[in-house]
């Protein structure tokens, strides 16, 4: 029984023992979680960059085609054969050089012919005046019969209309003559020659077109814009001074300078927009007829604005922000207005200032109230974009 007892007694304390030690790792545990819970959350490293502030202008973005300003389509005036082509496909040609020569040996027959006619009237009608003038001095001492004063006075008038009908036929002859040799009515660049040497052409207003010519430059691009632009930047008599810029579809911005040239006498009330064109110079010869093009029109007071790179903004179900960061180095929600993009940026109408920083890169590694380790960048995009290179 004493041997029992002294058995019970050392479980007993055995069980103390481990009951101790347990209680002991768990407060242990409870206390270095508590301290580890304690420690600040290491600061995320982010890109930060200040606001741009810039004065603008205003700019409205709109797509459109490129039109030649002079579009000809050449076609015969004479008909004939072929017997020449001088220029090669998509050559640029000057007012009045040679594209084409019809065969001119059938129109220098009739200029001949007709030139000799003309010295036939001319002489006709010399002796027509003469006979006449004798006629006039013969009436008056009544040397002369009335009824032959008459008719020498009629053959002068008919030599003289005879005169002046072959004095035309010439000229037409000779029109004719010239219409063999087809040149350029503008400067511009030609398409290719649709009739080659040996075809035979017909004159006539259904008569086939032997090439296209369309002026160079300068150039149309024309566009739609909306009724408000109209309003604002257009309605007015000093459409010159509103400034246009054209961008071509490889192109990020816009490398070309224009004026405004025409605006539309009508508004389109189903698409509530009006037809613009303007002109823009292409000495490079690079802008061509067709081509899309990327006009932006700008107008209105030139204004302060703050600027920052779209990649700063947040969405926050149908709310816009950015993370401002505070003089602590700690992120600040903000929620921003939008703007239209200018030169890459994006204007934030409301919002923020001039001389704030934001989070432009790591935008989704930061919270709130979260501290940070800043990286200072610059903006991107923060330097203009030259324009009218």
Do not use: C
């Amino acid at each position: 029984m004493l041997f029992k007892g002294k058995q019970l007694l050392i479980t007993a304390a055995a069980t103390l023992a481990v009951v101790g030690v347990g209680a002991f790792t768990a407060l242990h545990l409870d206390r270095t979680s508590t301290a580890q819970a304690a420690q600040p959350m290491p600061a995320a490293e982010v890109d930060v960059a200040p606001v741009v502030a810039r004065t603008i202008t205003d700019w409205q973005g709109y797509s459109g085609r490129l039109e030649a300003i002079d579009k000809v389509d050449i076609r015969p005036l004479v008909s004939g054969t072929i017997v020449s082509v001088y220029f090669k496909d998509g050559a640029l040609v000057k007012k009045g050089d040679p594209l084409f020569t019809i065969d001119p040996r059938p129109y220098q027959a009739e200029v001949d012919r007709a030139a000799a006619q003309l010295a036939a009237a001319q002489a006709q009608n010399n002796y027509a005046s003469t006979d006449f003038a004798r006629a006039q001095r013969l009436i008056g001492d009544n040397a002369i019969a009335k009824r032959d004063f008459d008719e020498k006075d009629n053959n002068a008038r008919s030599a003289l209309a005879n005169l002046k009908a072959a004095q035309a036929a010439l000229e037409t002859a000779q029109l004719n003559l010239s219409y063999t040799r087809v040149v350029a009515p503008v400067a511009g660049r030609v398409s290719r020659a649709e009739m080659t040497v040996g075809n035979i052409v017909t004159a006539g207003a259904n008569s086939a077109v032997m090439t296209t010519l369309v002026s160079v430059s300068p150039i149309y691009a024309s566009f739609n814009v909306d009724e408000q632009t109209y309003l604002q930047y257009l309605a007015h008599d000093g459409k010159d001074s509103v400034p246009v810029h054209l961008g071509l579809a490889n192109e990020d911005g816009y490398s070309r300078d224009g004026v405004i040239d025409s605006v539309d006498n009508q508004l389109d009330t189903t698409s509530g927009t009006i037809r613009v064109r303007a002109r823009f110079d292409n000495k490079d010869g690079a802008l061509l007829p067709g081509l899309f093009a990327r006009v932006e029109v700008g107008g209105g007071t030139p204004h302060p604005a703050v600027l920052v790179d779209d990649r700063a903004i947040g969405t926050d179900q149908d709310k816009k922000y950015v993370m401002v960061v505070d003089a602590q180095d700690h992120a600040q929600y903000r929620e921003v207005q939008l703007g239209t993009l200018h030169e890459g940026l994006r204007v934030i109408a409301s919002g923020l200032k001039p001389g704030e920083r934001i989070v432009v890169n790591g935008l989704q590694r930061v919270r709130p109230g979260d501290p940070i380790r800043p990286n200072a960048v610059q903006m991107a995009g923060a330097q203009p974009a030259a324009r009218g290179s």
